[in-house]
């Protein structure tokens, strides 16, 4: 919509609140679930069969092809004062006791939905460095705890060197 939307709200007369979308022949592939943001999210309920090629991989005679065959996860990035002697053991009782206290993570494991989350340890220091750079150092500021995007991950993980 970018192209025209100067000409549209000129025509309208006004601003407008909108979401972009993408509709196709194949079906309703996706839409802007964040206003403002201009990612759209796919629509992987739908039956339709979703397969990519990487962009820098495009031109090639053979390419990779990419699906969505494989289930998500929950991922913890954890900065540890002392990490656990086996890491592997340690994320399996987590796991275990997320579903002893959340019937609704147990019954998205149980189908499949969710594999075994992952676990991802942080230096000393990750999240002080990540939080001063989002400008939230201190003591009247809190770590964000959950994300439905990758963005707080990435932020993490920037400053986990």
């Known amino acids: 919509m970018e192209p025209y939307r100067a000409r549209l709200l000129e025509s309208i007369g006004r601003p407008v609140a909108s979401i972009e979308l993408f509709p196709a022949s194949e079906g309703f592939l996706a839409f802007q679930d964040q206003p403002g943001n201009p990612g759209l999210l796919l629509r992987l309920d739908s039956g339709i069969f979703f397969e990519f090629v990487p962009a820098e991989r495009f031109f090639e005679d053979n390419p990779p092809r990419l699906t969505i065959a494989e289930p998500s996860r929950h991922e913890w990035l954890v900065e540890f004062a002392r990490p656990p002697h086996d ?24 189908g499949n939905i969710l594999v075994p989350l992952l676990l991802t340890p942080l230096p ?21 705890r959950l994300g439905n995007d990758r963005a707080l991950a ?4 920037a400053y986990a060197l």
């Open 154 to 157: 990435e932020g993490l993980l």
């Open 87 to 110: 890491a592997a053991a340690f994320t399996a009782v987590l796991d275990h006791q997320l579903r002893q206290r959340n019937t609704y993570y147990d019954d998205l494991r149980q």
């Open 124 to 144: 000393a220091g990750a999240f002080q460095r990540y939080m001063k750079s989002v400008g939230k150092l201190g003591g009247q500021n809190k770590v964000p």
